[in-house]
């Protein structure tokens, strides 16, 4: 399990949870007395919030942004990567990009991309996903520095693995 500073702490208060949880259960039977189930209940949803921050600390996952002008497509793809454990959502047009973020991107939409969206959209690095597979539609992905070029219809693991060698670059650098 990768080393974080996060993941100690909220590992010690998921033990601590557990072991409330043991003890009233333990003290419950030892009395002969039904246990406290709205206390039992408590400390049960506690753990699973706990265990949730564990997780995150563990296996941080990085949102995907799929920016298709297809928006029942970004919709579908979307979906598929949530399925595969992924934050993502869809969008038809660029809008703000937060750090961090990947961005999976139609080349389809480049025409009404703003300056600032163009240098915002290659400062992410994205991962461009098009129907057009011509040398122009290449040296149009280039420019925008794309990390992966993919050609529609793209299969949803080719997409995953597109996803997690861009997370894998994101960290080395």
């Known amino acids: 399990m990768p080393s974080r500073p996060e993941l100690a702490p909220a590992l010690h208060r998921l033990r601590s949870t557990l072991a409330r949880l043991k003890s009233e259960l333990e003290l419950a039977e030892l009395d002969g007395a039904p246990p406290p189930v709205d206390r039992l209940l408590g400390d049960v949803g506690e753990a699973l919030s706990l265990l949730a921050e564990v997780e995150a600390a563990a296996y941080p996952v990085a949102p995907v942004l799929v920016v298709d002008d297809d928006e029942r497509l970004g ?3 979307a979906r598929g990567l949530r399925r595969l454990g ?17 961005v999976v991107f139609d080349l389809g939409l480049t025409p009404s991309l703003s300056a600032p969206d163009s240098a915002a959209l290659k400062a992410a690095r994205p991962i461009v996903v098009t129907g057009a597979a011509d040398p122009a539609s290449r ?12 050609v529609k219809p793209v299969e949803l693991e080719e997409l995953a693995a597109a996803i997690s060698r861009r997370l894998a670059e994101a960290q080395s650098d």
């Open 75 to 77: 919709e579908l793809t």
């Open 86 to 102: 992924y934050q993502a959502g869809s969008s038809a047009t660029l809008g703000a990009l937060h750090p961090g973020h990947v």
């Open 139 to 150: 040296a149009l992905a280039a420019s925008f520095d794309a990390s992966a070029y993919l």
